[in-house]
């Protein structure tokens, strides 16, 4: 099947001072990442792991350092994120972000809010089929029209994020990129929102990519998960393969690491030592050595690369496996 989205060699590289000279942090480093139309890819790491900066790279909100996006058969990642924003694509790809809160205008209702986004991304619509898509997406979040009318501080935590979700829907994109998006709400919201989601992704066909620290919950809605690690993929692979075989130690220490019960029968392993620099990172390390309990000499003379280790699994380690590791033990 040919892929809705496909990043190629992403790369991006934030210039920072280091003492006195310009040094370069690489915040997302040469990842590859493919999406099926109708999947849902999860995407985990650590904090400043670099999430949030892929999925702004593939919504197109900023511009790569290098590497290529093919998304729905069109190369997006040479367009300038001006010419993008103004294009038909730009409906396509939507983003909802962690805080309802922060990413709704006060100033306007929730209708406004979500009419004036429409009015913006899909020029040429009438006033009546504006304002029906908006009522349309407020239906399919389950949000009435009441509320609606409602400014974002009249609304409740779980109301404001089914505001950003339609607003999100309501230029019908193929693909939602969904960055912790229920992580700012109490836990009972969140089962709520999550629930919600998977049902809009089954009723109006869009795929997903959806960031988060937490393992349970993409462990419940995902049906693919990368882990990422200091701005690279370590390990890709479908979900509860991940979760029954994790291949890379790092995806073994996050498991093993999380409250869920998917760690069951997963040897703890602590992570030692301190965590390598993102900035001007030694290009032939593996980012995880040092904190490693695997590493050896390879590991610190050459990057592992991601390479096959079980149908559709991939990590980069030398020593991967697709079966529970015993070298280490
Ligand atoms: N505009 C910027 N300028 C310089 N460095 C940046 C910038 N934006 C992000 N970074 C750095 O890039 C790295 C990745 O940040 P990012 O926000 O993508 O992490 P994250 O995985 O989303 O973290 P979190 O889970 O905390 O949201 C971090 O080291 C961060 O400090
Ligand atoms: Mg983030």
Known sequence: MTPLLQATALRKLYPVKQGWSRAQLHAVDDVDLTLAPGECLGLVGESGCGKSTLARLIARLIAPSDGGIRFDGQEIAETDLRTFARSPERAQIQVVFQDPHESLNPG????????????????GLTPIQVTARAEAAFEDVGLPLSLARRYPHQLSGGQKA????????????????????????????????????GVLRAKRGISYIFVSHDLEVIRLICDRVAVMYLGKIVECAPTAQLFAHPAHPYTRALIAGSPDPARRGLKTERLQGSATSPINPDPNRCRFAGRCPLTAPECTAQMPQLRAVGPDQSAACHFAQSAPAKTES
Do not use: N
């Not at 979500?114 to 899909?122: A, Q, T």
């Not at 309501?170 to 709400?185: F, G, H, M, N, R």
């Open 162 to 197: 089914r505001v950003g979700i339609a607003r999100a829907i309501a230029v019908e994109p193929k693909l939602l990129i969904l960055d912790e998006p229920t992580s700012a709400l109490d836990v009972s919201v969140q089962a709520v929102i999550l629930k919600l989601l």
């Open 108 to 123: 306007f209702t929730a209708m406004r809010i979500v009419s004036d986004h429409i009015r913006s991304l899909i020029p």
